[in-house]
């Protein structure tokens, strides 16, 4: 059986470059709110730092009583949510991250003018859309998703910068040029993961489809043809739930040969994994076994030793499955 959707397969975010925002702004802060506040964003946000996620969450946690304050500020009210939003985030905790960019976009719900707030207000929109989606809020998701889309045209993306530009040498107001197609691409393809998860297959793969016509063309143009997997694993993996095998594998086919041409070994093993194992529920037994040898070449001619090994136990697995019956498209 196929499994889920590799989504994320076109996101992309600069990271580093959420650090750029609101650093400069303490002199607007509350001078015991910022006291404590400061060290703490400069240590989230300085790249390649360590620190302990549960402890810097506590610690924003224990900052937030000097925001129930008469005369606070909004954007010190962000400013922590943001921060809060991000480390959540990054320890993986995607319905707490999602409640705290909450938090921080209602103090500050509109786009603001200042390049910084505003960019990290893109970050929260943008990030909130995989919080939402990973924390079972589904039609939230949808929301973010489309109101972008609203904004962004799929047939209109060309007119973006191709990706998001972060020089930290310049002026903040020249720092960043964003949204880039990319993240485009990626939030178009987050409808059809969304889509997905909720069990609306076909409408999952409608939108994947009109992606895939769009992200064929742009990928193309990027150079970055490789950055076509995700989608179609995830058109492989609606046309799986849909019974619609053999354009599922011709999906996997596809990502097979961009996989091989750009030397993605994992995905190239996985693929011919997925081919063997959608092959053999075809009632397709030589096909798999094709797959399958395949597989164990391109083992051998990378001289994977792991891979020779789990070539030989699936080998051993497949000859004691029965043959199921072949599946009616």
Wanted: net charge positive; aromatic share 8%; charged share 20%.
């Amino acid at each position: 059986m196929l499994r889920g959707p590799a989504a994320l397969g076109l996101r992309a975010l600069a990271s580093v470059a959420a650090g750029l925002v609101l650093s400069a702004q303490a002199a607007r802060a509350h001078p015991a709110f910022e006291a404590g506040f400061a060290p703490l964003y400069g240590t989230v946000f300085t790249e390649g730092g360590n620190f302990s996620g549960s402890a810097m969450s506590a610690k924003l946690q224990a900052l937030e009583p000097l925001l129930q304050r008469p005369g606070t500020a909004a954007r010190d009210v962000f400013r922590l949510y943001y921060t809060q939003a991000s480390v959540y985030g990054r320890r993986g905790m995607p319905e707490q991250a999602a409640q705290a960019a909450r938090a921080a976009l209602a103090a500050m719900p509109k786009a603001s003018s200042e390049p910084q707030l505003a960019y990290a207000q893109f970050f929260l929109r943008y990030s909130s859309i995989r919080w939402l989606a990973d924390s079972q809020q589904f039609d939230a998701a949808l929301q973010l998703v489309h109101a972008f889309q609203a904004e962004y045209p799929l047939p209109r993306i060309a007119r973006l910068p191709a990706a998001m530009r972060w020089d930290p040498r310049s002026t903040p107001a020249q720092a960043l040029d964003y949204p880039s197609q990319l993240q485009l691409l990626g939030i178009y393809e987050d409808e059809g993961y969304v889509l997905h998860e909720q069990g609306k297959y076909r409408e999952a793969q409608q939108a994947n489809a009109r992606l895939l016509v769009v992200a064929r063309e742009r990928l193309q143009a990027l150079g970055m043809p490789e950055r076509l997997r995700g989608v179609l694993t995830n058109l492989a993996q609606n046309c799986y739930e849909l019974g619609e095998l053999e354009q599922a594998g011709r999906y996997l086919q596809e990502r097979l040969n961009i996989a091989l041409r750009a030397q993605g070994h994992a995905t190239v093993y996985d693929s011919y994994f997925q081919l063997m194992v959608l092959s053999h529920e075809q009632g397709q037994s030589s096909q798999a076994r094709r797959w399958l040898q395949a597989y164990e070449q391109h083992a051998l001619s990378q001289k994977d030793s792991e891979q020779q090994a789990r070539a030989k136990a699936l080998q051993a697995e497949l000859a004691t499955r029965p043959q199921p019956e072949r599946t009616a498209l």
